[in-house]
């Protein structure tokens, strides 16, 4: 079980070339249930995200299943829409690592913060730093699976 | 983690007619790891096997993650190989369930018996009944995938 919350943001933080990345490719086979191939650096995985649920909402069902680079090939020239590339800057902030998500095009200029917790009390507290804009985790149009496939409606 | 043995058949069961069963229909879209769409009765569900693991081996690490019945056709139109078509019939047998497949075409007459185990030495001091006939647990060759991509080779 995944719960999260999901920001737009007014500014990049200064110092924000100062901390960990990953180069993120991810498609989507299906969009109820989520079923997304993605590349993080040199690893492959398979996400499941459960059936039927509101995958906008705070807390999902999640299993993260590794792949070989060949099944990955594969399974990505059969996904649908558009493949997101996107840098995923790790931020230490409070306790918590902010996932700074910077799209490539098709998506740039979009940048999405996201920040994982232990429990819904705990993400319900959080205290946002003062360079976060909106609260989005309950807008579907910034849900990945949304981005890539936008092109199908 | 499941953990199973597998045997071909002398004969079936005078009574096999009496016992429940499903309708299976299932194809793969990787071999390593094993990902597989399956179909039983209403039912829809995407399996996985972990990455590099020996698949004809006694245990084996598994997700069975329920689909929607448009993600399984979707998913199913994606899949390499041939679609298995195949009646399992539900035994019970000395406090185990023997599960009797009964392929259709292509792979008809072919008849697999599997039964699962809750520990290595439980699967171990398994009894076979008279109508079994050789273990092939570890004969790749009886691997659903195996068949279902055979073509391939």
């Known amino acids: 079980m995944e719960i999260e919350r999901k920001f ?12 960990e990345y990953h180069i993120i490719e991810q498609a989507y ?12 650096d040199g690893k492959y995985y398979m996400t499941y995200k459960g059936v039927g649920g509101d995958n ?10 590794p792949l070989t680079k060949e099944a ?8 649908e829409g558009y493949i997101i590339r996107k840098k995923r800057v790790l931020i230490p902030y409070c306790g918590h ?14 940048i999405i913060a ?11 507290s959080f205290i946002p730093p003062d360079w976060f804009d909106e609260d989005v985790t309950d807008d579907s149009a910034y849900r990945n699976a ?5 092109h199908k409606d």
């Open 8 to 19: 737009t943001i007014k500014r990049l933080p200064d110092d924000v070339d100062s901390f």
């Open 97 to 110: 690592t902010i996932e700074l998500d910077i799209f490539a095009e098709p998506f740039k200029p979009l």
């Open 114 to 124: 996201e920040v994982e917790f232990a429990s819904k009390d705990e993400a319900q």
């Open 29 to 40: 086979l299906t969009d109820d249930p989520v079923i997304r191939v993605r590349r993080e």
């Open 72 to 79: 990955y090939d594969f399974l990505a020239s059969k996904t």
């Open 146 to 150: 949304n981005l890539a496939l936008q």
């Open 56 to 65: 906008t909402s705070l807390a999902h069902e999640e299993y993260n299943l």
